[in-house]
Every structure is written in structure tokens, then in C-alpha cells.
């Protein structure tokens, strides 16, 4: 069926690049918005906006009958969840599933099963792919016992969790109660589900992912890999594909890895499995699979040209993959940065506030995603990213380059941001150098680094 | 813009290799500040100096404050006194604190960041609700700096 009007459940930048491909289909768009968000970019380059409840999310973009009755009362044909909030809640699958409306996105018996990190492992260990040593956490007793047994340091992580929250690590066992009790406190808020699991952290690590389109009948393709080494507080900073230094036979691996995973469960829509691999042994572990965009799906698409919101959408309506694995050609390399209100100088503590001006790069090869301008508000409800610039280029210092020019060149006024930390990482050597591991921002910060500040006088 | 990320990767090195810790330069319209980020560490450890740090608290409060201390939000979020719903809270009112004792949570921007008593002494009363936002120096708890028992 053909798609003509569909429900944003989301906000911020995401939502407004739904949006965009959506105009260009000539979908029409209503976006379901909180009261804070009810005068943002995205409300404004809707067709329509439906307010949905107060600013809290729990109030509002968690709110599954809300959103479903928004869907109902706009007579939409489809929901796009976009990123976080209801992406990756069954329930709202679930319930788009009972009331004829379409999920754009994985059916709610998917989203469950890899949504369920413990299940998720269970299931890649069938599909043939290496995980790490770990298991479910029980009584503090029993956590001690297979902490032993992982070995040290380790990662407590939400059962129901992901991109990392819930997440502590663990370097002393006197530790692990304390660690165990924050993130179950931590996952009991976001995801409504408490139960932490403990697993193997890898020292010299990388975080690479692959991304897949599935068409729901056991069809997988890959779209080649991100690597998303640089993280803070396992939060993503920069991402890039493809990953450099990486052998062509480990990318092969992965890459298949990638596609046994999904083609397993017969999955449908967009996903990305996330791997982290052993930089030493070149061996690599499954991580956990996102059944939904991903924040950094435009680096892939700057190199593969494929428009992931527009997929989505064909699958959704049943067109299934209009794409073959040898049509899928990446050419070049492309960066992004994410930039977040938050201050690199005090931990990175989320930093909301009123923005006064701000000026955006442009120019060839370079992208941006954001919902921000002079005006915006930056509510303490929400997450932090007000833009995500994107460079692509022949080659990855080309790339760098741009992306150089481009961080230089934009300038945010009202809030702290973390502009500076990026030309700092553009600006090393290690990472000019590429494939540093999930060490190198604490390494950054540790040593005495030099940090870099640029701008356009 | 002629100066690339290399060229500032080649100045980050002489600047690293130099005895200084901060370099400006300002060329082709272009403003570049490289510091060394020792620099900005080398002025900090006054700040958390051990034997001054409780003198300066201690000295601010009114003379009928002596005893008690208000816990501050440290960042504006939205305040949990349990480490999950139907949990029972960190502490209650009677409740004795040691400087690292979590008395709570501050969510912001999804980020849960625990709450430290910062004081030893115990809890005498708690100002802040559950699931309120507070505001960013907002007082959570008073606590009696008498030693627990």
C-alpha cells in the first residue's frame, strides 16, 4: 500500500530529517510533539502538529496511548518512531499491530527479542556469532561468583537497555554491588525494565557496526560498517565508515556476522548490529542489535547514497528491498560529529539553555542534521544533540579535512558545546593516524593533551 | 581556510615539545587556540584540597546553621531519592551519611547522576520530592554534621 500521511513520534533533529525525506515523497507529516517542543523546527516543517502531553517524556513521547491515539485521530497510514523514546518498545509495535496502523520498523516480536540483550546473545550464539564471556545478574552472591569467572574489568549492563545506558564499569569486585544497584536504577528509568546483566570488557577495543536492511522474509543486505570508537561515558562523539585499518577479511567477517544475525530472526527494516572487536586478535564479539535508525545512519548514506528513511518507508509498505547486495557501492569515506550542549571541561555535563545565534557550516560534502537555530530552546528533558554535521569526501583525509573546515567554521552562542573537543580529536594525531579504540577519549583527557579551539574570525 | 587539521596536529606537537602551555595564533581570518590541558589542571588542585575545602563550608553558613549543612543539586534535573520506582529511598530522615553516600539521583538529559551527602553527619530533613525538577544550587536535604552514632 502507499503510504500518504505518516505520524513522527520523535523530535529534535531526527525528526526533522524524517521530514525531509518525506516531503521529497510527497508523504504528508504530522508530528507528535510535547508541549516544549509544540514551536520547534520540526513542528514547524510538519504538515501538522499534534500536541501529546507536557514536556516530561513520560508524559509524553513514552506515552504509547498517546501517541497511538495522535495516529488515530490524524488518520495517519504509518508511524515513524525515528531514534530512543518508542523506537525500540515493543508495546508501541504491539499496538500499532492491533489497530491497523504500520510500525515503521521491525515487528514488536523483534524489537522484543533483541530488545532483551540477554536473549539478543542467545540468539547470536545460534546464528553462529562469537559473544563475550557473561551472563544475567541475580543475587549479589551470584553476581560476585560469575564476576569471578569474566574476569576483571567488566561492564554491568541493562538487560533492556542500550547505546550504552545503564552501562558502569566494573575494575574492582568490591565495587560490583554498588555498580550493579546505580544501573538498575539507571535502566529502571529509561527503559522500565531493571534487570542488569554482567559481560567481559575488552580493553583495546572497537566498536564497529554494520548496517543492514531486511525485508521481513529472511532477505538481509548490508550496507557496510561504522566505526564508532570515539565515545565518552559509551556515548557516541564521532562516527566514520568505512572503519579504517581494518582488514578486508575481518570486514568480510563482520559483515556477514551481521547478516546470519538478522537474516535469522527474518528481520524487517533498518538495523545496525554492533560489534565490539579485539584490536589485538582481530576477533569480534557481538554487542547488541538497534532495531531501528540509527543517529549516525548519514555517514553510510553519504557513501552508499541510499536514503535509509526512505527505505524504511518502502518496506513498511510492503515494497520490500528495492536495493540487491551488488547494487550497494560505498564510495569514499565520511565522518560525522555529533554536537552536543554538553561541556567537555566539566565531564561533559549536559548543558541546557536558550541559544542566542548560531552559524552553520556549509559547502560541498558537508551535511547537517539539526532542529536547531537563533531562538531555540534546549529543554533539560531530552538528550543533548543539537547537530550532527556530516563530511564526506574521495578519500579519509579528505573527509578530515572537510570536516576540519567545517567545525571551524560554525559557531553556537548561549549554550556550552562541545565543538572544541572535536577539533581537539580532528586535530590529533592518533586519530588523523585512524582505528583508535574505545580508550582514546579517557587517554585524551588522562594525558596531557593538547586541546585545540578554532574559529572563522 | 589554509590551515589544516595536519598543519594544527604539527603544531599541537611543537607545542607539546615546548615549555609552554598555551599557544595563540591568528592568521587567514582564522583564530586558533592550542592548550596544554595540564595547564588548566595545574590550577585546579587548590580547589580540592582536602584540609581547606570543609574550613570554606564551614565558615559560609549563619551562626544557627552551624550544625547543618544543605546537600545542593549539583546540576538542574529531575530528582529521584530511590535508586528505582518502589525502591526504598537512599536515605530517610535519621539516616547517617558519610561525604560519599549517595542521598539520590539528578536525571538530566536521560543521564542519571548520583548525588553525594558531601558531608558526614545524618539527615535531618529532606527538602526536595521525589520526581521534582530541581533547579540547578536547589537544596535537597539538610544534614546535622554531629557525627552518626
Known sequence: MTL????????????????????????????????????????????????????????????????????????????????????????????????????????????????????????????????????????????????????LPLLVKAVGGGGGRGMKRVERLEDLPQAIHLAESEAGAAFGDARVYIERFVTRGRHIEVQVLGDGYGQVIHLGERDCSVQRRYQKLIEETPAPGLSESCRHRLHEAAIRFAARMA????????????????AFYFLEMNARIQVEHPVTEAVTGVDFVAEQIAIAAGEGLRLRQFDVRPRGCALECRVNAEDPARDFQPSPGHVRAVSWPGGEGIRLDTHVEAGTVIPPFYDSLLAKIIAHGADRDAALERMWQAVAATRIQGVVTNLAFHSTVLANREFQAGGVDTGFVPRLRERAAISVEVHLA | MTLTAKDVAQIARLLEESSFDELSL????????????????????????????????????????????????????????APK???????????????????????????????????????????????ALVEYGE??????RAVPA
Open chain 2, 85 to 131: 520506582p518502589g525502591a526504598p529511598p537512599f536515605v530517610e530522615i535519621g539516616s547517617g551519611v558519610e561525604e560519599d553516600t549517595i542521598i539520590g539521583i539528578i536525571e538530566v538529559m536521560k543521564l542519571m547522576n548520583a548525588v553525594r551527602a558531601g558531608t558526614r553527619g545524618r539527615v535531618v530533613d529532606v527538602l526536595a520530592q521525589d520526581g
Open chain 1, 267 to 282: 528481520y524487517r527494516g533498518a538495523g545496525t548490529v554492533e560489534f565490539l572487536v579485539d584490536l589485538e586478535h582481530e
Open chain 1, 4 to 151: 500518504r500521511r505518516i505520524l513522527i513520534a520523535n523530535r529534535g533533529e531526527i525528526a526533522t530529517r524524517i521530514i525531509r525525506t518525506c516531503r521529497r515523497l510527497g508523504i504528508e507529516t504530522v508530528l507528535a510533539a510535547s508541549e516544549a517542543d509544540r514551536d520547534s523546527m520540526a513542528a514547524r516543517l510538519a504538515d501538522r502538529t499534534v500536541c501529546i502531553g507536557p514536556a516530561r517524556p513520560s508524559d509524553s513521547y513514552l506515552k504509547v496511548d498517546a501517541v497511538v491515539q495522535a495516529a488515530l485521530a490524524a488518520r495517519v497510514d504509518a508511524i515513524h518512531p525515528g531514534y530512543g523514546f518508542l523506537s525500540e518498545r515493543p508495546a508501541l509495535a504491539q499496538a500499532c499491530e492491533e489497530q491497523g496502523v504500520i510500525f515503521i520498523g521491525p515487528t514488536a516480536a523483534q524489537i522484543a527479542s533483541v530488545g532483551d540483550k540477554l536473549r539478543a546473545r542467545a540468539q547470536a550464539q545460534a546464528a553462529d556469532v562469537p559473544i563475550a564471556p557473561g551472563g544475567a545478574v541475580g543475587s549479589t552472591a551470584e553476581a560476585t561468583v560469575l564476576a569471578r569467572s569474566v574476569g
Open chain 2, 26 to 81: 591568528e592568521l587567514d581570518g582564522l583564530k586558533l587556540t592550542l592548550r596544554r590541558s595540564g595547564a588548566a589542571t595545574a590550577a585546579t588542585p587548590s580547589e580540592p584540597d582536602a584540609a581547606s575545602a570543609p574550613a570554606a563550608t564551614s565558615a559560609a553558613p549563619a551562626p544557627s546553621d552551624e550544625q547543618t549543612s544543605c546537600v545542593r543539586a549539583p546540576l538542574l534535573g529531575t530528582f529521584y531519592r
Open chain 2, 139 to 144: 537544596p535537597l536535604m539538610r544534614v546535622s
